[in-house]
T-cell receptor, first 114, second 112 residues
């Protein structure tokens, strides 16, 4: 099946620093990628939809200047959490869609901001 | 807006027990419905789906039927195994929309 990877799987950073998370589709091209955030014991919440070569579409309430998304190629999307604060600590999950209605999910990245 | 509600977890069962995880939804129009499973340390995987009323999705012994009249998509399995231990997410996507709306997830633990 289609494989999506995320890097890093876990990151700890100091408050005020920026963190970049990569999402790669390993064996298919993804015109669309999605970024989700998952709080403990809560559902996945869609943050933004990323289309290759165009600006990401952010969900209501998500700060686009804080969560920078770049989808520079058909196999790579990045999420940069700028000036991270402890409240940004969370589990970030990406998914990729090769076309059709099925999304393939990465294993997630655990971000801890001290 | 669209929403999905799952039964609260965690759910703990013995091997070979019957499983039901309830899922109800609120949506405009006729959404597609999904069950995803997340095994420890792995990403979400599509378990099954149904795209129209009365459709039954099935995979690995799991089944769920799209019930429009009760806006439900309950997940069932007749005899669970230890390897079924995971977190299960019910989700929907609106007609023509790419976005998935997830329920809160139900953690299932099967004891031998």
């Amino acid at each position: 099946g289609a494989v999506v990877s995320q890097h890093p799987s876990r990151v700890i950073c100091k408050s005020g620093t920026s963190v970049k998370i990569e999402c790669r589709s390993l064996d298919f091209q993804a015109t669309t990628m999605f970024w989700y955030r998952q709080f403990p014991k809560k559902s996945l919440m869609l943050m933004a939809t990323s289309n290759e070569g165009s600006k990401a579409t952010y969900e209501q309430g998500v700060e686009k200047d804080k969560f920078l998304i770049n989808h520079a190629s058909l196999t790579l999307s990045t999420l940069t959490v700028t000036s991270a604060h402890p409240e940004d600590s969370s589990f970030y999950i990406c998914s990729a869609e090769p076309g059709g209605d099925e999304q393939f999910f990465g294993p997630g990245t655990r971000l801890t901001v001290l | 807006g669209d929403s999905v509600t799952q039964m609260e977890g965690p759910v703990t069962l013995s091997e070979e027990a019957f499983l039901t995880i309830n899922c109800t939804y609120t949506a405009t129009g006729y959404p597609s419905l999904f069950w995803y499973v997340q095994y420890p340390g792995e990403g979400l995987q599509l378990l099954l789906k149904a795209t129209k009323a009365d459709d039954k999705g099935s995979n690995k012994g799991f089944e769920a039927t799209y019930r429009k009249e009760t806006t439900s998509f309950h997940l069932e399995k007749g005899s669970v195994q230890v390897s079924d231990s995971a977190v299960y997410f019910c989700a929907l996507s609106g007609r023509g929309a790419q976005k998935l709306v997830f329920g809160q997830g139900t953690r299932l633990t099967i004891n031998p």
